[in-house]
């Protein structure tokens, strides 16, 4: 099946620092990839879509100039945590759409980066 | 805007159990429908899918799915569950084009 990482699984950092985590498609292209947030014991929220060559598409309420999406490549976005506060800290999980896939709205998921901001 | 919710927060129930999961969607148009499920630490697999066709689908470890439309669900069924069925359960939809949505999860632990 369809393969997506993310890099680091977890990392730890100081308040007012920023923090780079990439999403990759191992196996496949995608254009589209999506960038996701869990909190504790609840269900993921959608923060925004990156597409491949374009800006990324932001849902209510989450600030693009915190959370900085870049997808360069049909294989690698990143999302951007700038001037990281503790109340940053959760699972940030992306996924990715198949570009070659006849039922786009298939995801596969990443396996998730916990960020603890101190 | 399109919105799910899944009836059951917790699940407990011992092996050979069977299980079902409620999910309910709020949308008129067209959906497509999943569930994903989450192993303690371990990352969102798809479990089953629903676009057209048959409303009964089947999924990978014997997990199924029934699409009512007039109810606007899709509840999850296993007839017998095992141990490594403990997990946490997403219901999640998509309008034709666009983005997914997810319920709020059903834990569920079986008891050995």
């Known amino acids: 099946g369809a393969v997506v990482s993310q890099h680091p699984s977890r990392v730890i950092c100081k308040s007012g620092t920023s923090v780079k985590i990439e999403c990759r498609s191992l196996?496949?292209?995608?254009?589209?990839m999506f960038w996701y947030r869990q909190f504790p014991k609840k269900s993921l929220m959608l923060m925004a879509t990156?597409?491949?060559?374009?800006?990324?598409?932001?849902e209510q309420g989450v600030e693009k100039d915190k959370f900085l999406i870049n997808h360069a490549s049909l294989t690698l976005s990143t999302l951007t945590v700038t001037s990281a506060h503790p109340e940053d800290s959760s699972f940030y999980i992306c996924?990715?759409?198949?570009?070659?896939?006849?039922?786009?709205?298939?995801?596969?998921f990443g396996p998730g980066t916990r960020l603890l901001v101190l | 805007a399109q919105s799910v919710s899944q009836h059951n927060h917790h699940v407990i129930l011992s092996e050979a159990a069977s299980l079902e999961l409620g999910c309910n969607y709020s949308?008129?148009?067209?959906?497509?429908l999943f569930w994903y499920v989450q192993y303690p630490g371990q990352h969102l697999q798809l479990l089953l899918k629903?676009?057209?066709?048959?409303?009964l689908v089947k999924g990978i470890k014997g997990f199924e799915a029934e699409f009512i439309k007039s109810k606007f669900s899709f509840n999850l069924r296993k007839p017998s569950v095992q141990w490594s069925d403990t997990a946490e359960y997403f219901c999640?939809?998509?309008?034709?084009?666009?983005?997914?949505?997810f319920g709020g999860g059903t834990r569920v632990l079986v008891k050995p």
């Open positions: 629903y676009f057209s066709g048959d409303p």
């Open positions: 949308y008129g148009g067209t959906v497509n």
């Open positions: 196996d496949f292209q995608a254009t589209t």
């Open positions: 990156s597409n491949e060559g374009s800006k990324a598409t932001y």
């Open positions: 999640a939809v998509a309008a034709a084009g666009n983005k997914l949505t």
């Open positions: 996924s990715a759409r198949d570009l070659r896939a006849q039922i786009q709205e298939t995801q596969y």
